[in-house]
């Protein structure tokens, strides 16, 4: 199969294009690399079977393929926030362009959402039946509204078309390539301890985050892919931890001495972030299986 993966350098996208490979498919790699590295896909170029176009999805993409995963949209705070209206426009006319995509060449198509669709959930764990509780005005809106709108697109779209669509809510993702600058929790802790710099937890520290090791979600992305749902599907790992205990497990995991301080809460926060995952247990027969741990040993091996 020629598959199109769109962000295919970022984080996810890299691996995702990897792993296709590994399992024998051509793969069409999209990116305009405006948060994502071409080293991420550096060591791709091997394979006879990988091919990279560098193009923005908000103008519409004129290629041949049998599959697309939609994953190209900034996820960190520091990079949708730097420009909020590209990445509103990423989110929504990316979502159009390549749904139009897909229904032109009769294809099925995988929507990267987000757990920021719940946004500060008074629901806990968070189930797909929940409709969430986000700020539409906020600084954060750009990326949890852009999402949200890219979801009913994709269910539009099914409904008025019958598009084949798979929508996965994916929750923080974490692992070897993420960039040093992205100001995620995991990467700002690490690369600090690391360098002997001050740890800055926001808030309290009781805020809690379940963070999904990348060869897991990867798995998972493939399964939704193969399967014939249509989502929305949580995909994450269900450890819960508090962001202070975090701080505390990657000081120790760096055999660093490291100060950790507080600073205010950041707008728009949530409090606490956990996956129900029982529809991807049940309906992909996926379950993450790193550790927190084992994840935390394997991101650090790779920023030192």
Avoid at 124 to 141: L, M, T
Avoid at 213 to 227: A, E, P, Q, R, T
Avoid at 284 to 294: F, H, I
Wanted: proline fraction near 5%; aromatic fraction near 8%.
């Amino acid at each position: 199969m020629r598959i199109l993966v769109t962000g295919g350098a970022g984080l996810i996208g890299s691996h995702l294009c990897e792993k296709l490979l590994i399992q024998g498919e051509e793969v069409l790699c999209v990116d305009n690399f405006y948060t994502s590295s071409k080293k991420n896909i550096m060591h791709l170029r091997d394979y006879l079977d990988f091919e990279l176009i560098r193009h923005d999805i908000t103008v519409p993409l004129y290629v041949e393929c049998d599959a697309i995963y939609n994953l190209a949209c900034p996820a960190s705070p520091i990079h949708y926030q730097r420009d909020p209206v590209q990445t509103l426009k990423t989110c929504v006319h990316g979502a159009i362009n390549m749904l139009g995509l897909a229904k032109r060449l009769k294809v099925p198509i995988l929507q990267a959402s987000t757990s920021e669709i719940y946004g500060d959930a008074f629901v806990h764990p968070q189930i797909e039946s929940y409709f969430g509780n986000v700020n539409p005005i906020g600084k954060r809106s750009c990326y949890d509204e852009g999402k949200r709108c890219a979801e009913t697109l994709f269910f539009d779209y099914w409904r008025q078309y019958n598009i084949d669509i798979k929508v996965v809510r994916i929750f923080n993702t974490y692992g070897p390539r993420m960039s040093r600058e992205d100001g995620r929790v995991i990467s700002n802790f690490i690369t600090n301890a690391l360098e002997g710099k001050t740890i800055q937890v926001s808030g309290d520290g009781q805020q809690t985050r379940s963070f999904c090791y990348i060869s897991d979600l990867v798995n998972g992305l493939i399964k939704m892919m193969s399967s014939s749902e249509t989502g929305p599907i949580n995909l994450g790992n269900p450890q819960e931890v508090k962001i202070l205990d975090l701080a505390y497990m990657i000081l120790q995991i760096c055999h660093s001495n490291s100060s950790i301080i507080y600073s205010p809460s950041v707008c728009d926060d949530p409090r606490h972030r956990r996956p129900d995952i029982t529809l991807a247990s049940e309906k992909l027969n996926w379950e993450p299986t790193t550790s927190l741990e084992d994840g935390l040993l394997l991101t650090r091996n790779y920023f030192t």
